[in-house]
């Protein structure tokens, strides 16, 4: 009863925040953060997935904590270190340790085959059996880091892993992705894979650089693995949005294409983005294009930047012309029935509005208002375009109002202050960017998306300040929601017509000088209820958001001959209604699956004849969460999302 008391209570407050202002909607999608020991956003069960890069120090002795010998030790194809200790020429015998994530709250199990010892460095383990340990983890971000003491040549230690004690002995029945991870992903249509892959600064040229799924861990410094980001897309039925790494070769974009076009379900869209934020100087993606791309594997690249300028100048052409190259390399594997899956992404700088223009005129080589250019840095450019453009939808305050709040009491510096302060130049600043940056993209006949966006305030140049906590405490208050609403109306405004508006980002840490960007603060808050209290961040991505049109999944030549309606209400509190309509009489089945796939129950499973059914379904007793709703007739499904509040 306290539950629905203060869901209705949430609801209450943000209605009457805006009664007479309906509530704007827009696609919503979601970046995902890096995986590492230390994140709060916990993506795989196995825990050995988020361990650090090795950290070498000296077998006997005496050591520092890191001898930076660590990439002089021989590894198998996993990464594991082929024997321990190890000499590398002439220095002394080594060890390796790792670090693990902490924020895994319980009694998880860690195995390993091969012969060798380890030391666990947390008191709360015990040691079961030669192979195998239990550790108790704490949910809390403290250092928890293992040892390879001892590693037997010819039967290393490998094959790691740190499992939540249920499923010890039985390994095959553990799902790969952290259950909240997904249920708080489960309402939006995209995901963005910018960070998860490292994209920034990324050192990837070729494709034996990334990472493979069967490494020891998915959280170095060349990001998780493709194939686990396809799959959390096909698991939660939702459209990807990859970031090829600025250094890629031809050889690598046709790989990462040929994987995507394999393996992600021919029924989910792809959003295709050459690197993140080239125009953002403070990455080595912008100063490597700028500079015509030095080293580059492919020679043609190098001589074509070069031809639109030979110095670092022309920067959105040269931008322009590595986008135009991916979308080449994608588009030519991703033809016949594939190619309406693709969706070419430019993009650019939300501010620097004339950084658009340029880009897109590049793209389809014709000015605004359609004269071809004939300027020789427009060379190389088939004029192929793209099929959408794509800047940031931030808001922020500016240095003048840092230069007075630094200045006043601290006391007097209130959270509230701090967001009617970023509402009133709202208009003038992130909101004319959008409208001018529509008006180029409405020129080129493309549509509009927003590749990150959201709250932007942070302390100024990510200082340590008096007004820190107020700014920290801004991200919970209320009138976020209200700051939320205002940048999503101008968003769904006709004259921008946002397609898809992808937050930044989905859980972080909120007190950090470096920015608040989760939406979330742990996946503890996930299925909350409460979140116009604890995260109105994430309640105004859920409100806007659009409900799925849901997805059919049927053979080649199989027409659909039934409907699946969403069901009603949604999200639903122990009842719902779903709806569903024969075309003909057939033999269909009605499921409620759970996100990790596992079936909840069977509603109707039999033939029944032509025309209109309609299912009550009471959740009681399940846990909060996303649940799918799955009609089968054949080889033919539809799939809902459906969203269950206690």
């Given at each position: 009863?306290?539950?629905?008391?203060?869901?209705?209570?949430?609801?209450?407050?943000?209605?009457?925040?805006?009664?007479?202002?309906?509530?704007?909607?827009?696609?919503?999608?979601?970046?995902?953060?890096?995986?590492?020991?230390?994140?709060?956003?916990?993506?795989?069960?196995?825990?050995?997935?988020?361990?650090?890069?090795?950290?070498?120090?000296?077998?006997?002795?005496?050591?520092?904590?890191?001898?930076?010998?660590?990439?002089?030790?021989?590894?198998?194809?996993?990464?594991?270190?082929?024997?321990?200790?190890?000499?590398?020429?002439?220095?002394?015998?080594?060890?390796?340790?790792?670090?693990?994530?902490?924020?895994?709250?319980?009694?998880?199990?860690?195995?390993?085959?091969?012969?060798?010892?380890?030391?666990?460095?947390?008191?709360?383990?015990?040691?079961?059996?030669?192979?195998?340990?239990?550790?108790?983890?704490?949910?809390?971000?403290?250092?928890?880091?293992?040892?390879?003491?001892?590693?037997?040549?010819?039967?290393?230690?490998?094959?790691?892993?740190?499992?939540?004690?249920?499923?010890?002995?039985?390994?095959?029945?553990?799902?790969?992705?952290?259950?909240?991870?997904?249920?708080?992903?489960?309402?939006?249509?995209?995901?963005?894979?910018?960070?998860?892959?490292?994209?920034?600064?990324?050192?990837?040229?070729?494709?034996?650089?990334?990472?493979?799924?069967?490494?020891?861990?998915?959280?170095?410094?060349?990001?998780?693995?493709?194939?686990?980001?396809?799959?959390?897309?096909?698991?939660?039925?939702?459209?990807?949005?990859?970031?090829?790494?600025?250094?890629?070769?031809?050889?690598?974009?046709?790989?990462?294409?040929?994987?995507?076009?394999?393996?992600?379900?021919?029924?989910?869209?792809?959003?295709?983005?050459?690197?993140?934020?080239?125009?953002?100087?403070?990455?080595?993606?912008?100063?490597?294009?700028?500079?015509?791309?030095?080293?580059?594997?492919?020679?043609?690249?190098?001589?074509?930047?070069?031809?639109?300028?030979?110095?670092?100048?022309?920067?959105?052409?040269?931008?322009?012309?590595?986008?135009?190259?991916?979308?080449?390399?994608?588009?030519?594997?991703?033809?016949?029935?594939?190619?309406?899956?693709?969706?070419?992404?430019?993009?650019?700088?939300?501010?620097?509005?004339?950084?658009?223009?340029?880009?897109?005129?590049?793209?389809?080589?014709?000015?605004?208002?359609?004269?071809?250019?004939?300027?020789?840095?427009?060379?190389?450019?088939?004029?192929?375009?793209?099929?959408?453009?794509?800047?940031?939808?931030?808001?922020?305050?500016?240095?003048?109002?840092?230069?007075?709040?630094?200045?006043?009491?601290?006391?007097?510096?209130?959270?509230?202050?701090?967001?009617?302060?970023?509402?009133?130049?709202?208009?003038?600043?992130?909101?004319?960017?959008?409208?001018?940056?529509?008006?180029?993209?409405?020129?080129?006949?493309?549509?509009?998306?927003?590749?990150?966006?959201?709250?932007?305030?942070?302390?100024?140049?990510?200082?340590?300040?008096?007004?820190?906590?107020?700014?920290?405490?801004?991200?919970?208050?209320?009138?976020?929601?209200?700051?939320?609403?205002?940048?999503?109306?101008?968003?769904?405004?006709?004259?921008?017509?946002?397609?898809l508006f992808m937050a930044f980002s989905y859980v972080s840490e909120r007190e950090s000088r470096y920015g608040s960007w989760g939406h979330l603060e742990s996946l503890e808050q996930v299925g909350a209820g409460n979140y116009m209290e604890i995260a109105p961040k994430y309640q105004a991505l859920l409100d806007v958001n659009t409900t799925s049109s849901g997805i059919t999944v049927?053979?080649?030549?199989?027409?659909?001959?039934?409907?699946?309606?969403?069901?009603?209400?949604?999200?639903?509190?122990?009842?719902?209604?779903?709806?569903?309509?024969?075309?003909?009489?057939?033999?269909?089945?009605?499921?409620?699956?759970?996100?990790?796939?596992?079936?909840?129950?069977?509603?109707?499973?039999?033939?029944?004849?032509?025309?209109?059914?309609?299912?009550?379904?009471?959740?009681?007793?399940?846990?909060?969460?996303?649940?799918?709703?799955?009609?089968?007739?054949?080889?033919?499904?539809?799939?809902?999302?459906?969203?269950?509040?206690?």
């Amino acid at each position: 009863m306290l539950i629905k008391k203060v869901i209705l209570f949430s609801v209450f407050i943000y209605f009457n925040l805006l009664i007479g202002q309906p509530i704007p909607k827009i696609p919503i999608g979601m970046n995902i953060g890096s995986n590492n020991y230390y994140s709060e956003c916990l993506v795989f069960n196995d825990v050995m997935k988020t361990a650090s890069p090795w950290i070498s120090f000296n077998a006997e002795g005496e050591s520092e904590w890191n001898t930076g010998l660590a990439d002089q030790i021989p590894l198998d194809s996993a990464g594991y270190p082929l024997e321990i200790p190890y000499t590398p020429a002439g220095e002394a015998p080594q060890k390796l340790r790792t670090l693990i994530n902490n924020n895994y709250p319980g009694d998880y199990i860690l195995l390993f085959d091969g012969a060798g010892q380890i030391t666990i460095n947390n008191e709360a383990h015990e040691q079961l059996g030669p192979n195998k340990y239990r550790i108790e983890l704490t949910g809390y971000t403290e250092n928890i880091w293992i040892d390879i003491d001892q590693s037997t040549e010819g039967n290393h230690i490998r094959n790691m892993r740190i499992i939540p004690e249920e499923y010890d002995g039985h390994e095959e029945e553990m799902p790969k992705f952290y259950a909240k991870f997904l249920q708080g992903l489960t309402p939006f249509h995209a995901l963005r894979f910018m960070d998860w892959h490292n994209t920034n600064n990324s050192e990837q040229e070729e494709w034996a650089d990334r990472t493979m799924p069967y490494y020891y861990s998915q959280g170095l410094s060349t990001g998780m693995s493709y194939e686990d980001a396809i799959e959390l897309c096909n698991t939660l039925q939702t459209d990807a949005w990859f970031c090829v790494p600025h250094q890629a070769d031809d050889d690598y974009h046709t790989r990462f294409t040929e994987l995507v076009r394999d393996n992600l379900n021919p029924e989910l869209k792809v959003y295709i983005e050459y690197s993140n934020e080239i125009w953002n100087w403070g990455f080595d993606q912008s100063h490597y294009v700028g500079e015509n791309a030095p080293g580059h594997n492919n020679q043609y690249v190098i001589d074509d930047l070069t031809s639109i300028n030979p110095t670092e100048y022309q920067h959105p052409e040269k931008d322009a012309y590595m986008m135009q190259r991916t979308f080449r390399l994608w588009s030519d594997v991703f033809t016949g029935a594939h190619s309406g899956r693709l969706i070419r992404v430019a993009a650019g700088q939300h501010s620097w509005m004339d950084n658009t223009r340029r880009i897109l005129e590049y793209l389809f080589k014709k000015d605004m208002e359609g004269n071809p250019h004939t300027d020789p840095i427009y060379s190389a450019s088939t004029g192929a375009g793209c099929d959408a453009f794509a800047v940031g939808g931030y808001f922020n305050f500016e240095e003048r109002h840092h230069l007075e709040w630094n200045s006043m009491d601290p006391a007097d510096v209130t959270p509230e202050m701090i967001i009617d302060t970023v509402m009133a130049i709202y208009d003038e600043r992130s909101g004319y960017w959008s409208d001018v940056t529509a008006g180029f993209v409405n020129a080129f006949d493309v549509d509009y998306l927003v590749y990150e966006g959201g709250q932007h305030m942070q302390p100024y140049l990510q200082g340590e300040y008096e007004y820190n906590q107020s700014v920290w405490d801004a991200q919970i208050h209320p009138k976020m929601y209200d700051l939320y609403m205002k940048n999503f109306r101008k968003h769904a405004e006709s004259e921008v017509d946002c397609k898809l508006f992808m937050a930044f980002s989905y859980v972080s840490e909120r007190e950090s000088r470096y920015g608040s960007w989760g939406h979330l603060e742990s996946l503890e808050q996930v299925g909350a209820g409460n979140y116009m209290e604890i995260a109105p961040k994430y309640q105004a991505l859920l409100d806007v958001n659009t409900t799925s049109s849901g997805i059919t999944v049927k053979s080649a030549g199989q027409p659909a001959y039934f409907v699946l309606e969403q069901n009603y209400p949604n999200p639903f509190n122990n009842i719902t209604m779903i709806s569903y309509q024969l075309l003909k009489t057939d033999n269909v089945d009605l499921i409620i699956y759970n996100v990790l796939g596992e079936k909840i129950t069977t509603l109707v499973s039999g033939r029944q004849s032509q025309g209109v059914y309609q299912i009550k379904w009471n959740a009681e007793g399940l846990s909060s969460g996303m649940y799918l709703c799955i009609l089968k007739s054949g080889n033919t499904k539809q799939v809902k999302k459906m969203m269950y509040i206690r």
